[in-house]
């Protein structure tokens, strides 16, 4: 157990049994049992108006599927993050809607919500929230440009690179600043034995023992690869490191003849 209070992650889902597996496992399951994270799985059925707990309807105007009522959810939304508590303290947690048509989530998003108090997620289906759900979040955030079945999948994701930002979620936390994506480049390749895998050899220079070449090249390959692979953060990461100036030259002094006196 940890001293500080966990960072904590707050799911509304229909489908709380698809976390099952996720948070019991790996480095997410010791984060858990080490009370680093705490995670709240909320279904929002038992808010539902009706006696048979359907929390969706059909949309207005027509239109195939269903649209998820806004009432239900948002009534769990309030009890999970209670808007007076909210009101009064900055520590409130960011409530985050997935949605295929949010922002695309990044690896700033996720350093964004790690330095925050903890995310409430709400993991939409059928056809998605009645829109006037998108009034009582604070942003709406996509996975990427396709659309999945629910939302639970992308939560996964967000908890996933929310957490191993986290104090003492990774063991080796040095290696977070190192990793793509963390300062605007994809890492550098990896090798481990045999130093000859199929004809192909390890670099000589990672076998060197030569920290600040293996620095440099690390560096070097990290850029190429990043130019290679992924030219727009290439380019990117160019315009937010210009090369410094040449130095100037000093130019060589003139000698200047001394005036002559004429009080000789
Ligand atoms: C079938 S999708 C609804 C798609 C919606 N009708 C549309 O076209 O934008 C059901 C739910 O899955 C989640 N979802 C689907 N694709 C997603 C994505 N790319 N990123 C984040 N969440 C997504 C959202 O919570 C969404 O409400």
């Known amino acids: 157990m940890v001293a ?6 707050d799911v509304l889902t229909l489908f709380p049994g698809l976390f099952e597996g996720f948070l019991g496992e790996s480095l997410i399951g010791k984060a858990v049992e ?35 009522a806004p009432g239900p959810v948002v009534r769990m939304l309030d009890q999970v993050d209670d808007r007076a508590a909210r009101a009064e303290g900055t520590a409130a947690p960011r409530r985050v809607l997935l949605s295929p ?3 695309p989530f990044d690896q700033a998003a996720a350093q964004r919500f790690a330095s925050g108090s903890g995310l409430v997620l709400l993991c939409g289906r059928y056809e998605g929230f009645d829109a006037r759900v998108e009034d009582e979040v604070d942003e709406l955030l996509s996975l990427g440009d396709y659309v999945l079945n629910g939302g639970e999948v992308a939560a996964m994701v967000v908890i996933e690179a929310v957490a191993r930002l986290l104090p003492g979620v990774i063991g080796n936390a040095a290696s977070l600043g190192e990793e793509s994506h963390a300062a605007g480049l994809l890492e550098a390749p990896h090798y481990t034995r045999p130093r000859d895998f199929r004809g192909r050899e390890v670099p000589e220079i990672l076998l060197s023992g030569d920290h600040g ?31 410094p100036p040449p130095k100037r030259q000093r130019k060589p002094r003139r000698k200047t003849a001394a005036p002559e006196r004429d009080d000789a």
């Open 101 to 103: 048509a949010g922002r």
């Open 213 to 243: 070449k293996v620095a440099a090249w690390r560096h070097e390959q990290a850029l190429r690869r990043t130019a290679e692979r992924r030219p727009e953060l290439h380019a990117a990461w160019l315009r937010d490191h210009p090369p």
């Open 4 to 9: 500080d209070a966990p960072f904590r992650f």
């Open 34 to 68: 080490e009370g680093r994270i705490a995670i709240g799985l909320h279904d929002w059925r038992p808010f539902a108006e009706n006696k048979h707990g359907r929390v969706d309807d059909a949309p207005f105007g027509g239109g195939a599927g269903m649209v998820l």
